[in-house]
């Protein structure tokens, strides 16, 4: 799970699982495999860098 920021500053933690697809338009739009859309502040590259530092961290037991 990871945190990101809604544009009124509201902190959210997410399932990565649930992540379907992320598009920057020009806010970052995160589509849930709910179909639940979420924006936030975060652009999509840092997303990503977290959803990667989450998988080291958990698959590899390693310190990311």
Known sequence: M???TRL????IVIN???IELME???D???TLTTGKKLVVREPVKK???D???FRKRT????KA
């Open 51 to 53: 959803i990667i530092r």
């Open 28 to 30: 970052t739009v995160v």
């Open 8 to 11: 009124n500053g509201e902190r």
């Open 16 to 18: 990565i699982d649930l």
């Open 24 to 26: 920057e338009t020009p």
């Open 2 to 4: 990871i945190y990101l």
């Open 59 to 62: 698959c590899t037991n390693l």
């Open 47 to 49: 997303i990503r860098e």
